[in-house]
C-alpha cells in the first residue's frame, strides 16, 4: 500500500513502525532507499524478514531496537554504522580542562575508556544506536542500562551503552578511584573520545549547545550492538 498525506506532509518512519505496531503489525522492518524515502514492511508473521535479500537482512534485523528505545522512553533513537561515529583527542582533553568534575568520577577522564582503546572497539561492532533522552540523568541512565539488558538477552552479547556525562550511580566516587557498582557504571561518551555533536548530527539529530540557562537541555546516549 502507498501511503500518502492530503497535504504532502511527512512522518519519521520510527512514528509510522508505532502507528503499525499499535494496528498488530508486529514486525516491521524498515529499508532506507537511494532516494529520500524509506520502504516500510509490516505485517503479523516473523517470516517478513524472507522479503529482504539475504545481504540486507542482518542490518534490518536491528530495526527493532529503535522502537523498543522508544517504547522504554526515549524521544528519539537512530540507527547508524559505526564508521560514522565521530572521535577525537580534543574530548577528553576538553573535560579536563572544561569541566569542574574531572577526576572524580571513576567513569570520567582520566579514567573510563581512553580513545586508543575505543577506537580498536569500533572496528568489532558493526551498528550503534543513538539515541536522545531528557534530564534527570539517573532515570536516562536507567533507561540505557534497561535497552542494553534487553539487547543482550536477545542475543546481542557484545551489547554496551555509553552515556551522557559522568556515571549517574553514585553520589560520588571512593577516593581510591574504585567503582562500587561495575554492573550499572557505564562510560559517557564525550569521555570516551567521542565528538558527541559531530555523531548526532550524523544521525540525523538535531543538537545545539543551550545558549542560556534554564532552556531545554537534550541527552545523547549511544549504545553498540553487535
Not at 516473523?46 to 524521544?75: C, N
Not at 546481542?156 to 581510591?176: I, S
Amino acid at each position: 500500500m502507498l501511503l500518502n498525506t492530503f497535504d504532502g506532509g511527512c512522518q519519521p518512519a520510527e512514528r509510522v513502525c508505532e502507528w503499525l505496531h499499535g494496528a498488530g503489525m508486529t514486525n516491521t522492518i524498515t529499508c532506507d532507499l537511494t532516494s529520500d524515502s524509506t520502504l516500510l514492511l509490516a505485517g503479523r508473521s516473523d517470516r517478513i524478514g524472507d522479503l529482504i535479500p539475504p545481504e540486507r537482512r542482518a542490518d534490518t534485523a536491528l530495526d527493532r531496537w529503535v522502537l523498543a528505545a522508544r517504547r522504554l522512553g526515549f524521544a528519539q533513537a537512530r540507527l547508524i554504522s559505526t564508521d560514522r561515529i565521530r572521535t577525537a583527542a580534543w574530548p577528553r582533553e576538553k573535560c579536563r580542562f572544561g569541566c569542574a568534575g574531572y577526576g572524580r568520577n571513576a567513569m570520567c577522564p582520566p579514567g573510563g575508556i581512553d580513545l586508543e582503546t575505543l577506537e580498536r572497539m569500533l572496528g568489532e561492532y558493526g551498528w550503534a544506536l543513538v539515541v536522545e533522552g531528557a534530564p534527570p540523568g539517573r532515570a536516562f541512565h536507567d533507561q540505557l542500562l534497561a535497552l542494553e539488558r534487553e539487547a543482550f538477552l536477545a542475543g546481542l552479547h557484545k551489547t554496551l551503552a555509553f552515556g551522557a556525562g559522568p556515571c549517574p550511580v553514585c553520589p560520588q566516587c571512593p577516593e581510591d578511584g574504585s567503582c562500587r557498582h561495575p554492573d550499572r557504571a557505564r562510560p559517557s561518551m564525550e569521555g570516551s573520545g567521542i565528538d558527541v555533536y559531530a555523531t548526532a548530527r550524523a544521525a540525523g539529530f538535531s543538537l545545539e549547545p543551550v545558549a542560556q540557562p534554564g532552556r531545554y537541555v537534550k541527552y545523547m546516549g549511544m549504545i553498540l550492538l553487535q
